[in-house]
């Protein structure tokens, strides 16, 4: 066949499909229904893929990642109105917002897309003008540094970076300056939350096998485990007065969130059923936020803690 | 149009033929048949008799880490062994991922292949590897070609040799285009077996339902312009009228007409729309991407569609793909294996060999579950593990395959076979010898068998 009629054929190929696709109506899924549980109070209900959310200090936003189509962009959630806006403008995937103390800035960890995908740096960026300045970034070769935590005082972060060719974790101050390597083994550190003390920070790693939460102390740089259990345990948060760590486990099989109590260390299970339930967060007045699929889709959710171990 | 496959179907279930006896009676010319009629008819009848009838191909696009899935190595350095832990399957003495939970509880339903390699860590030319079993024709990412004639692809032979005789094409692609870059891979078409064996592709986005992958509608031609049907035949008229000046009439006209049932006909239609499974059957795949296509792939084979390969992904890269987003986890491996890939992997599979089991399906399909390699042993300095094609694994269930236990094994880091190394081309000649091709069949259109029979498979 000549390389014209090759083209006519793709062209009419083109034109009969499309003529034919015009005739159909094939529709998709429909949405989730909302949990019946009144402890349970269900945000979102679009079902696109989230992570990590984060409640504003005045408990009145919620900032988080969600997923859809080829897009990883932040949102903001806005409680009372119901409503939502992208947190920036950009193409690029972004991930991992968190609130500064006086809920004025945030930062969050943006990413690339080929060939410089997984170079990601963390920014400051400033709500009232949208304004970023990057605070956490490694030139000259490709690494990640994600999962900014804030200090109480809002002085300093912590965030994991790849800058050592291991994911560890880091101290900065709020402006990148003056980082502090306070990991440094060869397995993964990853995930850290900063205590509302300023004392702890918490984060979970595999250097006892698979993830486990630990606590590091910011004065003595003392590290001590502090889950032990078959299964991994991660993405620690601590509550707003510091007395309880949430976190998910696959513990009994599926991913639920869980309550430990710092002192103790006694766990009592929030979630505990097979759907799959993950980023745990607080919100100011002590309620436990979190992504699942409960419903179907993943939806932001959040629950009141009815027992704290 | 007369639909051979059709006529040749229901004739041979009746009462097998036999080309001596029609060749010799003369009978192909009376009833309009040519050799290559006679050939899928044969083909057609051993199918009939062959344990397998369908296959589900899950192409898990930019190459899964093998540590991570079904060859976990607990013992090794922590730099190699990464954070997840092996639990117990429902199969005593096998071990997979504790991150994947519901397959573990069904491993009696799959084999698990931990010896697989292939020729090439490139994306491009392993997956031309993968999905034809021959590394001829397959360009690198930087742009070198192969020596050797592009193979066609698995559903492409299965779709020449084992005829459906539905008014479907035998062969679906539920995804769009595989890329690496931002550069199309060769090996996912008929190659030399023509136009009417390319894989009619079809894809499910959540959000927006089903879609043609690059169809787009012309100037002029929206979907308001066609609500009534006859106006839709008069474009269609137009069409075929354009196509009957082409020197290649007789596949067009096979392949238009494929789609125009496809497209047209109300079965179709309703093979097509999800909305038709209950809400829980929904729900227990995942309202993701993979998982409903996974879906949609049962609600094809369960028709008859004879080959379905589910993309993961067209993209290999995590983040930059419309889908779920591939596989190729340079870094941040475990946070985007732990946070999305594995339960949806997890899930959907776990569902899929659920509903093919319920529908009686599961012994005559078969479903196999790989990418085009595996990931480096040892974990990179970005938390992330690079292209290996030393050693990686796959699962392969259904079909009356003996299943239920592992094939082949690795060393202590995972970083090449042990015992039975096991190659693309071997698993998909078990395949098809359980869909009745063999050698003679392959030799009859023109191929050459790639690979040998996995023996402990069947």
Known sequence: MSEELLIASGRTKRRFFTALISCLVLTGASHATAADDPAVEQLTHDGHFKQRPVWSPDGKQVVFARHEGSTIYLWLFDRSTGEERRLTERTDPEYDAVFSPSGEELLLAVDKTSPGQGDIEIYLLNLADGSMQPVAVTDGKLSHEEWPTWAPDGARFAFTSTRHDNQEIYIADRDGK?????????????????????????????RWGDLEIALYDVVTHNLRQFTESHGLDDYPSFSPDGRHIAFTSNRHGHFDIMIADVSSGRTVAVTNDASLDNFPTWTPDGRVGYVSNRDGGFDLYVQDVQTLP | MLNVGQILSNHVSAQPLSRRSLLQAGSLGAVGLTLGDLLRLEASAEVSSSPAKSVILLWLWGGPSHLETFDLKPEAPVEYRGPYQPIPTNVPGIDICELLPQLARRADRYAILRSLHCESNDHGMAGTIGLTGSIDGAISLGGQTQPGS????????????????????????????????????????????????????????????????????????TPSGLDARRE???????????????????????????????????????????????EEVRRRYGRYRFGQCCLLARRLVETGVRFVQVNWSSHVEPVEDRGDGGWDMHDRNFQQFQDRHSWMLDQAVSALFDDLEDRGLLDETIVVALGEFGRTPKINGKAGRDHWHHCYSGLVAGGGLRVGQVIGSSDRHAEYPIHRPITPADLFATVFGQLGIGTPELTDIGLLPAGEVIEELT
């Open chain 1, 178 to 206: 003056n980082v502090e390597r306070v990991t440094g083994d060869p397995a993964l550190d990853v995930h850290p939350c900063w205590s509302p003390g300023g004392r702890t920070i918490a984060f979970a790693t595999n």
């Open chain 2, 150 to 221: 592009l193979q066609p692809t698995h559903g492409s032979i299965v779709s020449r040799l084992l005829p459906s005789g539905l008014n479907l094409p035998d062969f679906m692609a539920v995804g769009g285009h595989l890329h690496q870059g931002k550069k199309p891979i060769k090996g996912e078409g008929a190659s030399v077996l023509g136009a009417s064996h390319e894989p009619f592709r079809l894809d499910y986005v959540p959000g927006e339902g089903l879609r043609f992958p690059g169809l787009e509608l012309n100037d002029g031609l």
């Open chain 2, 232 to 278: 839709l035949l008069s474009q269609l008229d137009n069409v075929r009228r354009q196509i009957d000046r082409s020197v290649e009439t007789s596949q067009l006209d096979e392949y238009y007409q494929q789609a125009f049932s496809l497209l047209t006909s109300q079965a179709s239609k309703e093979v097509f729309d999800l909305d038709r499974e209950p």
